[in-house]
């Protein structure tokens, strides 16, 4: 089919952006261009681990991020000149294979779970486990996230428990949401993680706000935004990243360039050579990054980190990965996509089969670790599953401060009613 | 008169009829005088001095003193770190305002007319109006989004809807609607102290208005409560209710019925969400009559919402139907002689309070 033949080649052109030494095949730091991917190691279809990598340490070193604003500053630093390998530790690796292996897996389950019927929704982030949990791992519990709606990964990161997200996938009485958002929806003031909005790219200028609040306080801690290709061309990108430019705000704007929004292919979304660009149309240093290659993203968001919080300033950090998911479980991809093209992202750019590849040659992990975190999972869903849902007092809280006279006396109306009649009123509903 | 007859609906009983008296708050003796500008600039300025996490921002609000020289004076007195001027993006700086305001500051969003919070409204109900329900509790929003509301002279459609039944319909937020300088200090301090985002909607031909203030009200910890209306004027006759510009039409309307031997009561509404319901119907209870009056547009307005709420808690007192005046059901034209047509004016004001008191054959019995 024609339309069909147009997808696949606008997909693949995105593919061969990893292949091929392309225009926007290339890592591009500073005002250096590296080929993403070392033709000359041909065997480009089988997964690397770090070895490959190796050749091209020069990619992960952060050397430079330069703005072009005409007219205004172009300045350029260095950053250290750190070796990965001293970047990230054995304790910090192995937690961040866990994670990436404990995300991929709860995803997994979830995911089953919503087609069996036991929830109504879900979304994965396969493909882009590298992006959530490096993202976390690079930085600080004080960093506020302001999430897109597929970096759940975060969440774990910073401690939000399997029972926690059982309990707000399937809204029972322990949510800490109480029910309220669907699934994927999560929220935790605690670990510093904004309640996810569905309207895409809102959460861009209101992190230019929280990043100006920052400033105004003084803090040692930035905004971390998340958006996707899609998300890009929403009027409130524009506004949020001109906006943070301007006020100077501590922002790290993270584009998760997966090559899909829904059906739309990053070919219909925008003619711009990526993301990148853009942010440096703002006056915002950027830098585009192999998301499926944890420990780049790993170095190029701490070294974003720090250039948010000691020059005060935004910063946008494109990632590139391919969405191997559906995009959520209302989507069948296989529909707009052809499978040999999941599957080989699938199985050939992998990037958890990656991380392992280099854990497991430093000796960190094993296969034991990997049978126990699955079964927890699966306890964690069972016991969600089996508890109550939220009592009917957290219909009537908290849409404002203070309850209001008229849901005060609905509530009471309710009550009285259900006093009258208790034989109609739903068992699974607790008072 | 019909007597009065208890009725019982759902174990809700009937709210007693509070004395009027005790809600006159009378203009005191004080003689001093003082525009709606200058209340809302006052207001604004002692708020900001009281609490360092309130701050301004909006297109002009700074170097300009404000497109209607609300906020004259503050970016000298607080600098631009707490007046910000903001490029031209009202979903840019509604969305700012509303993270600062997840972060724990206490944003003032100032919108050059609410006509161009249209393009920010996303921000406004499903950010600030649902994340307090939707975070469970988690994070609250303390915005206040402000600026002219309604028609003005001679600025067409684009510059002249009024939007207080569409922010009024969303639950989270509060809506509120000064008329007097003593509404706009009081619900102005009231909004910015309200941990809930609040929509405050002022209107330009207002801003020039002197009224007298009284000495309490001109006191920095002056406040008024949030879903109080005021009876700005006692009556037994027939209930008009009115908010923002059309309650000065309102008394004059009153004026007028009175040498007609018609004694008007008018509400001030003050605030929209929260409607004062018990207030208005304590009104309809004593007179049996109802008129509301307002600028927007007549289909699911405000006065629709007052009937309503009139039909189901006092309908055994009614002794007319109940009437709406509101805008004309057309995008403003710009044309003088058009506006004054598409606008509530006095005289209409008048002929419908007649035609509730029977003078004439009111309208619902005439079809």
Known sequence: ?431 | MLGVVRQKMLGQSLPKIRPVVSVLRSYSSAAKQMTVRDALNSALDEEMSADPKVFLMGEEVGEYQGAYKISKGLLEKYGPERVRDTPITEAGFAGIGVGAAYYGLKPVVEFMTFNFSMQAIDHIINSAAKSNYMSAGQMSVPIVFRGPNGAAAGVGAQHSQCYAAWYASCPGLKVLTPYSSEDARGLLKAAIRDPDPVVFLENELLYGESFPVSDEVLDSSFCLPIGKAKIERVGRDVTITAFSRMVGHALKAAEILEKDGIDAEVINLRSIRPLDRSTINASVRKTNRLITVEEGFPQHGVGAEICASVVEESFAYLDAPVERIAGADIPMPYAANLERIAVPQVEDIVRAAKRACYRSVPLAAAA
């Open chain 1, 1 to 431: 089919m024609a339309s069909w033949g147009r997808r696949s080649t606008a997909v693949a052109h995105h593919m061969r952006a990893f292949f091929t030494a392309n225009k926007t095949a290339q890592i591009r730091i500073g005002t250096r261009r590296y080929p993403f991917f070392n033709p000359a190691v041909s065997s480009a279809l089988v997964p690397r681990p770090w070895p490959s990598i190796i050749n091209m340490t020069s990619l992960f070193l952060v050397n430079r991020f330069t703005s072009s604003v005409a007219g205004s500053q172009a300045g350029s630093r260095h950053a250290d000149d750190d070796n990965d390998d001293n970047l990230v530790k054995k304790e910090l690796a192995v937690k961040m294979y866990s994670d990436m292996v404990t995300l991929q897996i709860m995803d997994t389950f979830f995911y089953e779970a919503q087609r069996q019927g036991r929830i109504s929704f879900y979304m994965t982030s396969s493909g882009e486990e590298a992006i959530n949990i490096s993202s976390a791992a690079a930085l600080g519990k004080d960093d506020i996230i302001m999430p897109q709606y597929r970096e759940h990964g975060i969440l774990l990161w910073r401690g939000f428990s399997l029972q926690e997200f059982a309990n707000q996938c399937f809204g029972n009485k322990d949510d800490v949401g109480k029910g309220r958002q669907m699934p994927i929806h999560y929220g935790s003031s605690k670990h510093n993680f904004i309640t996810v909005s569905s309207p895409i790219a809102t959460q861009l200028p209101q992190a230019a706000g929280v990043a100006y609040s920052l400033k105004m306080d003084k803090k040692d801690a930035c905004v971390v935004a998340f958006i996707g290709d899609g998300g890009t061309s929403q009027g409130d990108f524009h506004a949020g990243l001109n906006f943070a430019a301007v006020m100077e705000a501590p922002v790290i704007f993270v584009c998760r360039n997966n090559g899909w929004a829904i059906s739309t292919p990053i070919s219909e979304q925008f003619r711009s050579d990526g993301v990148a660009v853009k942010g440096q149309a703002y006056g915002i240093p950027s830098i585009r990054v192999d998301g499926t290659d944890a420990l780049a993203v790993y170095s190029a968001i701490r070294a974003a980190r720090n250039m948010a919080v000691n020059e005060q300033r935004p910063v946008l950090v494109e990632t590139l990965a391919y969405r191997v998911g559906h995009h959520s479980t209302s989507d069948d991809s296989t529909k707009y996509r052809s499978l040999d093209e999941i599957e080989q992202w699938k199985t050939d750019r992998d990037p958890v089969n990656r991380f392992r590849k280099w854990v497991e040659l430093n000796g960190w992990w094993s296969e034991r670790e990997e049978t126990e975190l699955r079964s927890n999972l699966m306890r964690a869903i069972q016991v969600a599953e089996g508890r109550r849902k939220p009592p009917l007092t957290e219909l009537f809280t908290d849409v404002y401060d203070l309850p209001p006279s008229n849901l005060v006396e609905q509530e009471k109306q309710l009550r009285e009613t259900i006093n009258k009649y208790p034989i109609d009123f739903p068992s699974d509903v607790s008072l």
